[in-house]
């Protein structure tokens, strides 16, 4: 007598991501590839970064032509109303909303203790393999050492803003390289980074 196989609760296929069309281009992706933009009562829309806004959502990928493709006519086919953005207003608002968003990762990495500054300290962290992501200032202008070059190479180095930047978000003056320990901050971080990346012309470091 046959018996019936069971699958086992720990063999299961990985769950998928879930889809989401862009307003942009119309095509489908998987969500976390996607920005969401929420419609507010008076007609204004804002960047959901933290996927915590109540209320309908649209989606578009963090890509120039997306963006200005969305502003144009997606948003308002999206929301069934006439939104009115143009492109370039868009693009800046997602700026401040990923400035706003990386102020926040940056400020929890500081206060749990998970926040390398500075060069000679962000080596010495990599040497000892306890840095989850590294970020430099756009305009940082001195060269890698030898563990800064391999975290590039690794894929584990963003770019973001400049060292003022940077180091007004970590409540200094100026910084020109950070390590972060948490792997969740870092992936979070360098998420917020690459989405920056993606509209601005500060690129990811390779």
Known sequence: MAVPQTQDRHCRAPRR??????VG?????????????VLGPEGHVAFDLANHAMGRGAHVHPAPQ???????????KAFHTRV????????????????????GLLG??????????????VDDELGKNTI?????ACDASDA??????????????VAWGSKGQLGAALGRS??????????????????????????????EVR
């Not at 281009?25 to 976390?32: S, W």
């Open 174 to 203: 100026e910084v020109g390289v950070v390590g972060i320990r948490s792997p969740s901050l870092g992936r979070a971080i360098a998420d917020m980074c690459r989405i920056a990346d993606g509209v601005r012309s500060c690129s």
């Open 25 to 37: 281009c119309g095509k489908r992706d998987a969500a976390p590839n996607l920005l969401r933009i």
């Open 84 to 103: 009115v953005c143009e492109p370039i207003a868009l693009r800046d608002m997602l700026a401040g909303a990923v400035e706003r968003r990386l102020k």
């Open 132 to 136: 989850e992501t590294v970020i430099l």
């Open 66 to 76: 997306c963006m200005d493709s969305a502003a144009r006519k997606g948003l308002s």
């Open 144 to 157: 890698p050492g030898p563990a800064l070059k391999r975290a590039i190479a690794d894929g584990r180095a």
């Open 108 to 121: 929890s990495a500081i206060q749990s203790g998970n926040a390398v500054l500075g060069r000679q300290a």
């Open 17 to 22: 991501a879930p889809e989401r069309t862009c």
